[in-house]
T-cell receptor, first 111, second 111 residues
Framework: QKEVEQDPGPLSVPEGAIVSLNCTYS??????FMWYRQYSRKGPELLMY????GNKEDGRFTAQVDKSSKYISLFIRDSQPSDSATYLC???????????FGKGTRLSVIA | NAGVTQTPKFRILKIGQSMTLQCTQD?????MYWYRQDPGMGLKLIYY???????DKGEVPNGYNVSRSTTEDFPLRLELAAPSQTSVYFC??????????FGPGTRLTVL
């Protein structure tokens, strides 16, 4: 079993839809969870950062962590064509261990 | 603030040639990283550094070398290029391990 699993997509949705992106993981020591957004031919940029379980909201984006199920989600409300990108989840056990990345989910929002 | 800069943007190498990928950050971050990203494979850590003079291997270090003589610079050296090193290379830096800032990437093709 891979340490972090992420459905690669592609995922195509109409503008205005609610998007749900997910990752599962096997290492119960993971405590720090991140979502990065990567536009085509660009470097990843940090979108959301959460610690331990719970929800975090930032504008149209909500990150959710369920440590009991080893499952994290990113929700995008009122999706826009500008949200079209690859979304990578990343996680680490402590502040001093390397990040482990998912393979990324490619999202297209169609106008 | 330029953030993380990488040069060159593109490079084609012949098998057996060597080259150095340059990375510079102006955020005074202690942590710096080199990743490679292959299509559909996510980000894999090659080497990282926790400060000037200190480097350590990541998940896929074979065929690469690094040095960290200053806080700002973290060059990645390929000594004997092989087709398996065809990839997109990203440099990143961070104040803490988790919130990493990425450069724009270097696209390398080895023929």
């Amino acid at each position: 079993q891979k340490e972090v699993e992420q459905d690669p997509g592609p995922l195509s949705v109409p503008e205005g839809a609610i998007v749900s992106l997910n990752c599962t993981y096997s290492n119960s020591a993971f405590q720090y969870f991140m979502w990065y957004r990567q536009y085509s031919r660009k470097g990843p940029e940090l979108l959301m950062y959460t610690y331990s379980s719970g929800n975090k909201e930032d504008g149209r984006f909500t990150a959710q962590v369920d440590k009991s199920s080893k499952y994290i989600s990113l929700f995008i409300r009122d999706s826009q064509p500008s949200d079209s990108a690859t979304y990578l989840c990343a996680m680490s056990a402590t502040g001093n261990t390397p990040l482990v990345f998912g393979k990324g989910t490619r999202l297209s929002v169609i106008a | 603030n330029a953030g993380v800069t990488q040069t060159p943007k593109f490079r084609i190498l012949k098998i057996g040639q060597s080259m150095t990928l340059q990375c510079t950050q102006d955020m005074n971050h202690n942590y710096m990283y080199w990743y490679r990203q292959d299509p559909g494979m996510g980000l894999k850590l090659i080497y990282y550094s926790v400060g000037a003079g200190i480097t350590d291997k990541g998940e896929v270090p074979n065929g690469y070398n690094v040095s960290r003589s200053t806080t700002e610079d973290f060059p990645l050296r390929l000594e004997l290029a092989a087709p398996s090193q065809t990839s997109v290379y990203f440099c990143a830096s961070s104040y803490s391990r988790n919130e990493q800032f990425f450069g724009p990437g270097t696209r390398l093709t080895v023929l």
